[in-house]
């Protein structure tokens, strides 16, 4: 089985010992494989997680907290819903589930309600072990030390101060894999911690020197394999192995492409990828290839997974946020008219409206759950949190859709000048506010704006 606690350079931080969940033996544990690869390979595959008789190690990162893929298209990939079916389908007792920075799913009050359900969701999950990375950083003092005193499981980082000088977290966690009853050899352990970059920026934090951190880390974590998660790109990956010998495995990152093989730099194995959680990566101790599973939407989710979700969404709704006080309008800003006084003048592209997509918005959200998130709630009405528009507590109804003045801008100076005060011209870049690649992957301009073609008429 694997036991993992928390551990402070040369002592314990505390006596409990926290059993995550069964886990592996290894007969050699040694992970000396001799990849060569360069990291910039752009293959995913679709190889799941394999039986061996090594300890593998199991990651993602730049997540953003997603449970689910925003599910606005069809065919869209990630989530820990489906993350943790793979997981389980797996030699669970044999790996080591690893969480990399980019977990936040923002600073604002919604966000950080999020952000607590997705650390419980991967405690559930079994992740042994969180890291911290720019977008952690960013967060502040304040915010990232509630999560870590949240956090159900443990957030490491071993150069990350505040201005006191104390750690924010955890500098790291050793995980212990024992052998079966009916093998010889010794428990692998694991050393896990993480590594902010130089240049991460938030109020009220500190970033240490990684190499100084790591080097003393590195002395108290003898007779384990030290194991970095670290928020870097390939080159910065490379240039940290190549100043810290003492690294065993090396996790990232904010990288460009999955790494197609264990890059080896000295002693030191590097696996990254990032891709915002869409794929679950996989390398075995000692093997040259890693493999990756797109989470696909033929991967079932995992029901108690969805209850979370639904509770969380729950909690939102009941919640009162920021995005819930109104904002009063300044003197001479034109205000949101609604779609009734577009149509007097405006009646082809009232009909056309009518018929889209855009003009059910709310409901498609509603269907799921998602009608009282102000972060999908942004593209699903009109004018969220901004002066008469949209409100969660204070809804106009004729704004629960994505109107016209979604796209051209609030339109009382228009209406009220006949016509004779423009509107905000819309263009490709209007659209791809909400058609962004991450919620709307395959949207192209030119196939899209036929479907709701309109002129002044």
């Not at 003092?141 to 499981?153: G, K, M, S």
């Not at 509107?423 to 962004?436: E, K, M, N, R, W």
């Amino acid at each position: 089985m694997r036991w993992c606690m928390p551990w402070s350079n040369s002592f314990f931080l505390g006596l409990t010992l926290v059993l995550l969940t069964a886990c592996g033996d290894s007969t050699s544990g040694t992970g000396t494989g001799t990849g060569t690869g360069t990291g910039t390979g752009t293959g995913t595959g679709t190889s799941s997680p394999v039986e061996t008789t090594s300890p593998q190690i199991a990651w993602a990162s730049h997540t953003a907290g997603r449970f689910e893929p925003c599910g606005c298209s069809a065919g869209m990939h990630g989530g820990l819903l489906r993350r943790l079916t793979l997981l389980r389908r797996g030699d669970v007792a044999r790996t080591l589930s690893l969480e990399g920075g980019g977990w936040t799913a923002g600073a604002a009050d919604h966000q950080r309600l999020h952000s607590d359900a997705y650390l419980a969701g991967l405690a559930a999950a079994k992740v042994a072990a969180v890291g911290l990375g720019r977008a952690e950083v960013a967060l502040g003092r304040a915010t990232l030390a509630a999560h870590v005193a949240q956090a159900p499981l443990p957030l490491v980082c071993a150069n990350l101060r505040n201005q006191a000088g104390a750690l924010i977290c955890t500098p790291s966690v050793r995980c212990t894999m024992e052998l079966p009853a009916n093998a010889t050899g010794s428990a692998t352990v694991f050393t896990v911690t993480s590594i902010v970059p130089a240049d991460a920026v938030g109020e009220g934090l500190v970033v240490g020197d990684a190499v100084e951190a790591l080097v003393r880390l590195a002395d108290t974590a003898a007779g384990t394999r030290l194991v970095v998660i670290a928020d870097l790109d390939e080159a910065g990956l490379s240039e940290l192995a190549r100043a810290v010998p003492a690294i065993g495995v090396l996790v990232g990152g904010d990288v460009s492409s999955p790494s197609q093989t264990a890059v080896a730099v000295g002693q030191t194995r590097i696996i990254h990828q990032a891709n915002h959680g869409k794929a679950l990566g996989w390398w075995t101790l000692g093997e040259d290839a890693c493999r990756y599973q797109l989470l696909t939407e033929d991967i079932p989710e995992d029901a108690a997974m969805r209850q979370r979700v639904i509770t969380l969404q729950r909690t939102i709704a009941s919640a009162t946020l920021q995005a819930d006080s109104r904002i009063e309008r300044a003197a001479g800003d034109p205000a949101y008219a609604g779609p009734s006084a577009c149509a007097g003048c405006h009646p082809q592209a009232t009909a056309t409206h009518a018929t889209s997509r855009h003009a059910h918005a709310l409901p498609a959200l509603t269907a799921k759950g998602y009608d009282a998130d102000p972060d999908c709630l942004r593209c699903h009405v009109t004018g969220l949190g901004k002066p008469d528009g949209w409100f969660r507590r204070d809804q106009r109804t004729e704004l629960a859709a994505v109107t016209c003045e979604s796209c051209h801008g609030p339109a009382s100076a228009h209406v009220a000048s006949a016509g004779k005060s423009p509107l905000i011209p819309v263009s490709p870049a209007t659209c791809v506010g909400c058609h962004d690649a991450e919620n709307s992957p395959h949207f192209s301009y030119d196939v899209y704006w036929p479907k709701i073609s309109h002129g002044k008429l």
